[in-house]
């Protein structure tokens, strides 16, 4: 059974920090050292009690942001497997294409679900628009000049969206309330949190069946497996990389959507969680996508148990003590195989 909580049944609501704990994420709007990470640094402390523990709670708060950094580690994983590029301009992508999104909603009244499917369509072009004017047309590239280069598309965007709609927080019109709760036998979850999580498990699931059973999925493992036996069987891999940016586009889309309805709409909202995208694909594996979705889980959560039981104030760093940490011990990931080159 799953019960309504009405708001002002939750103890403690006008406490930023017992509303954490009740699942329901606020943003620190403090400006911190690093400016950006306010946009999507969720605070929490204290805890509601409404039945369920101090520890269930931060375990399924910790999901939802989990969830979202999966996504951003999908995204990277899919296109680093194929081409070996690490795609720094992913957040700003996502960012631009959330933009879009809440222009959509806000200034045309288009509904949500075609507001979504249209930021979809943008964003898969972005990414085929990124890999053909951007990448392909690189004269000589290096693995290291094209990751480079998408540093500097992650400029460009950011200064654009920076100029066009201004450094201004937003709130991103999201059809699930972000104050209403669900009551799971004791463990309280925000309406919010808890789609989120279901939200981001289907398009997981959606991958999956699509990378397993469509031709075209099997053409882009074949390709990451190995680019020149997939061309000598006929595999046009460059339109397959092409359309890998404007996979691994979408997913980051979905991603901005959520974070942005988690937290706040601003330029900087993404580049935090791109770092700790990053540190769930290294953490599962850079070339597992298995790996990456487990890897946002487990961060979502220890970030949010460390936050709750150790400190708040270095709660932002788990993610880089997790990336050194792995490189450490299993440089490969948790679910990546690891390869020894002989010479």
């Known amino acids: 059974m799953v019960r309504l909580l009405p708001p002002n049944q939750v103890r403690g609501r006008n406490d930023i920090f ?29 805890f509601c009690f409404t039945g369920g523990g101090m520890l269930g709670q931060l375990i399924l708060s910790g999901l939802a942001v989990g969830a979202c950094y999966s996504l951003l580690a999908l995204a990277m994983v899919i296109i680093y497997k194929t081409s070996e590029v690490l795609n720094f301009a992913q957040g700003e992508m996502a960012m631009i294409s959330t933009f ?9 009244h288009i ?45 460009i965007l950011m200064g654009f969206a920076g100029w066009k709609w201004g450094p201004d927080q937003r709130s991103f019109p999201f059809p699930v309330s972000n104050v209403e709760t669900y009551n799971f ?59 890998t940016w404007a996979i691994s586009s979408m997913i980051g889309a979905a991603a901005g959507m959520l974070i942005a309805a988690l ?33 946002g889980a487990i961060l979502g959560i220890v970030e949010n148990v460390f936050g709750g039981y150790i400190s708040l104030a270095f709660k932002g760093v788990v993610a880089f003590a997790i990336i050194v940490v792995m490189l450490c011990i299993r440089p490969s990931g948790l679910l990546a195989r690891h390869y020894v080159k002989k010479v």
């Open 18 to 46: 017992s509303r954490a704990f009740c699942g329901l994420f606020v943003s620190d709007f403090e400006n911190s050292n690093f400016g950006f990470i306010s946009s999507f640094e969720f605070r929490v402390s204290s």
């Open 100 to 108: 879009v999104a809440f222009v959509l909603l806000e200034s045309y």
């Open 111 to 155: 509904p949500f679900l075609w507001a979504v499917c249209l930021t979809f369509f943008f964003a898969l072009f972005l990414g085929v628009f990124v890999e053909l004017v951007f990448l392909r047309t690189a004269k000589d590239p290096t693995v290291l000049g094209l990751i480079i280069i998408t540093l500097g598309f992650e400029m």
């Open 185 to 243: 036998y004791g463990l309280v979850i925000s309406r919010i949190n808890f789609w989120t999580i279901v939200i981001c498990l289907i398009l997981m699931f959606i991958l999956f069946l699509f990378f397993r059973y469509t031709k075209l999925g099997t053409a882009m493992r074949a390709t990451q497996q190995n680019p020149l036996i997939a061309r000598v069987m006929g595999i046009r891999t460059k339109r397959i990389l092409s359309f």
């Open 263 to 295: 937290g706040v709409l601003d330029p900087n909202m993404m580049m935090d969680p791109l770092l700790k995208g990053f540190a769930s694909a290294v953490l599962g594996g850079m070339t597992s996508l298995p790996g990456a979705a487990l890897g």
